[in-house]
């Protein structure tokens, strides 16, 4: 491992900073309990630059216009991303004023695909560098996660810093698994906003109140995701689609889907998806669908409905 470096000696940001977004493929929710979880990084997500401010005494401001965001991290700080940038910020010891970060983003805001880590990941990596050290920087970014997730499992920042597909055990270095062949996979924003700490709550809520049926629904999920990691190793893409169905409706009796949710896993599979499951926190967010082969019918029963789904590959790594 490389010698700690003294922060102090960093008051400037880097020029431009990246981070992956995610899908978790299998386990969300499932992995606040000790289950695993497997997730897919989505590169390009966001890309951040920084310019110095002629005021050098003026807050630091985040402007990231796909994601209607312009913040200042002033004193009072109400708002949870002003927030949570401040906290990354002051973490890595980086400055607090004079500095605009404006950023790039392809992913939306607030829709299960990680956002958040993100913008923390790459904030984090605006001062400390790209070849920053990853745990320092998944560190960085978890103290931003808490901000706006209460009791983050720290999936996402494990994979925005890193990419390719992790299986992920909380308090475990992420693994790297593999993946063999590309995988295809539709993604469906329902546009449907949603609180990922509400949603882990309520599992927890369930979980406190009925541990006897709620818990092997955690186990069930763990065990669909290890049936899907040797799936993906294999390259038997075929079953997959069943094991997303078992999840999705163990999420959904676990409590964390929703009526939007379940309708458009149910478009997905009636319009030739071999499998659909909501990914993230779900209650609102994103589903995704595999389909079985040609994307294109899914994806234009989809957009028939006005939305706008995306294809993304999830790669060997
Ligand atoms: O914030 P989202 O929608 O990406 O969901 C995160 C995944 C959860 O398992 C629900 C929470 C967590 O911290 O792992």
Do not use: Y
Not at 47 to 72: F, G, K, M, Q, S
Not at 161 to 173: D, E, I, K, P, S
Request: with cysteine; charged share 20%.
């Amino acid at each position: 491992m490389n010698a700690p470096m003294d922060l102090r000696s960093r008051p400037a940001l880097f020029a431009s900073a990246r981070a992956c977004g995610k899908v978790i493929l299998v386990g969300e929710h499932a992995v606040v309990h000790g289950q695993p979880a497997l997730a897919a990084g989505l590169a390009g997500a966001l890309e951040l630059t920084a310019t110095r401010t002629a005021d050098a005494n003026a807050p630091v401001r985040v402007t990231i216009p796909a994601w209607d965001l312009d913040v200042e991290l002033r004193g009072d700080l109400e708002h949870p991303v002003a927030r949570a940038c401040s906290e990354v910020l002051a973490h890595c010891d980086g400055p607090l004023t004079g500095w605009h970060v404006t950023g790039t983003a392809t992913i939306p805001a607030r829709a299960g695909l990680g956002s958040s880590a993100a913008l923390t990941v790459a904030l984090a990596r605006l001062v400390l560098g790209e070849q920053a050290d990853r745990d320092e920087v998944i560190a960085a970014s978890m103290v931003g996660e808490r901000v706006f997730h209460g009791e983050p499992s720290g999936v996402d920042s494990a994979v925005a810093a890193t990419g390719g597909v992790l299986r992920f055990v909380r308090g475990q270095a992420p693994e790297p698994i593999r993946v063999a062949a590309p995988l295809q996979l539709v993604v469906v924003p329902s546009e449907v906003p949603r609180s990922t700490a509400d949603q882990v709550a309520r599992v927890r809520r369930n979980v406190e109140r009925w541990p006897t049926i709620a818990r092997p629904m955690l186990d069930a999920i763990g065990a669909a995701t290890d049936a899907f990691q040797d799936l993906l190793a294999r390259g038997a893409h075929e079953r997959m689609g069943e094991l997303m169905d078992f999840a999705h409706h163990l999420l959904a009796a676990l409590g964390v889907s929703s009526p939007i949710l379940d309708e458009l896993c149910h478009l997905a599979r009636a319009s030739g998806a071999a499998g659909a499951k909501l990914t993230g926190a779900g209650g609102g967010g994103c589903i995704i669908a595999l389909p079985a082969s040609d994307p294109a019918p899914v994806l234009a029963a989809f957009r028939a409905r006005g939305l706008a789904p995306i294809v993304v590959e999830v790669q060997p790594c």
